[in-house]
């Protein structure tokens, strides 16, 4: 039984990283078309984009979560490698940081 939680412990890790990693090589501006959360991540794809994106955000400086603000219709801007995603609701801006694996 051990064994089988390490299995799938080092299985979610592994792709944890993955994911991370296509985010992080990502260019992303565009419209949120879908939006879930699961296992502390947000994951999320783009209108006109087949990709599925995952991450792990921080809180940001106004004590507010990436899932409490982000709907579909919002936009999303993130540059390549960058450590800011940012988050355009009507006319604010929010900035959010996240967890690198």
């Known amino acids: 039984m051990i064994c089988c939680i390490i299995v799938h412990k080092n299985y979610l890790n592994k792709k944890a990283r993955q994911n991370y990693s296509i985010f992080h090589q990502a260019h992303l501006d565009g419209?949120?078309?879908a939006?879930?959360?699961?296992?502390?991540?947000?994951?999320?794809?783009?209108?006109?984009?087949?990709?599925?994106?995952?991450?792990?955000?921080?809180?940001?400086?106004n004590q507010q979560t990436f899932t409490q603000?982000?709907?579909?219709?919002?936009?999303i801007f993130k540059a390549k490698e960058s450590k800011i995603i940012q988050l355009f609701k009507g006319q604010k801006?929010?900035?959010f940081t996240f967890h690198h694996f």
Do not use: C, M, W
């Open 31 to 33: 419209e949120i078309e």
């Open 93 to 95: 801006t929010y900035k």
């Open 35 to 61: 939006i879930r959360a699961g296992l502390g991540r947000v994951y999320f794809s783009l209108k006109n984009d087949p990709q599925e994106y995952a991450f792990h955000p921080k809180i940001n400086t």
């Open 69 to 75: 603000l982000a709907e579909k219709g919002d936009r």
